[in-house]
C-alpha cells in the first residue's frame, strides 16, 4: 500500500513539474496605417521561405503569437511586397515596418539592430570616400571590417554595394 502511494505521489509531483514547466512564447506586433487593414500578414523563415505564421491587419495591428524552441530569422511578407525582417525569438517583439523599427524583450534583434547600425555607420563612410589612390587603403580596410563582423559575405544586405576582395586577402 505504501509502495503505491509513493507511485502515484511520484506521477502527481512528474505532471504538476511538467505542467508548470515554461514552453518559450513569442509575441509579435506588427504596426501598419489603416490602409493595410484586411491585408494578410505572413511571417516565412528567412532562409527556407517556408510559412512559420500569419495575421490579419486589424486596426493598423498584426499581432502573431505562438511557441518557439529555437530563434529563426524570419521576413515578413504584405500582400506580396516584403516588410521587414527579424528574429523571432522568445518575448515581446515590436514592430513598425514603416520606420523600420524593432523593439525587442529578446536579446537577439538588440544586437541585429546594433549590428545594422554598425553596418550603416560604415556604408556611409565607404560611400564618402573619393575615389582616389590615397583612400582605397581605408575602403579596403572598410571591406575587411565588413566581412569580418558578419563572417558569411554574402548575408550583408547593406554592402552589396562591397565588391569582395580576392579570396587569398580575406582571413576571418
Partial sequence: MKYRLF??????????SCATATTPKYTVNVTFTPDEDGMQLYMLDYDSGNKLDSAIVENGVAVFKGIIEKPVMT???LDGSRAGQ?????GNTDITPAERKV???GTLNNVLSDL???????????????KDSTS?????EIRLQCLKRL???SQCRQCRWIEPLPSESIRI
Fill in 7 to 16: 507511485i502515484n505521489s511520484a506521477i502527481a509531483a512528474l505532471a504538476v
Fill in 136 to 140: 582605397q587603403a581605408r575602403r579596403d
Fill in 103 to 105: 523593439v525587442s524583450t
Fill in 116 to 130: 545594422s547600425k554598425q553596418q550603416s555607420a560604415l556604408a556611409q563612410e565607404f560611400r564618402s570616400l573619393p
Fill in 75 to 77: 521576413q515578413l511578407v
Fill in 151 to 153: 563572417r558569411i559575405p
Fill in 86 to 90: 527579424f528574429i523571432l525569438e522568445a
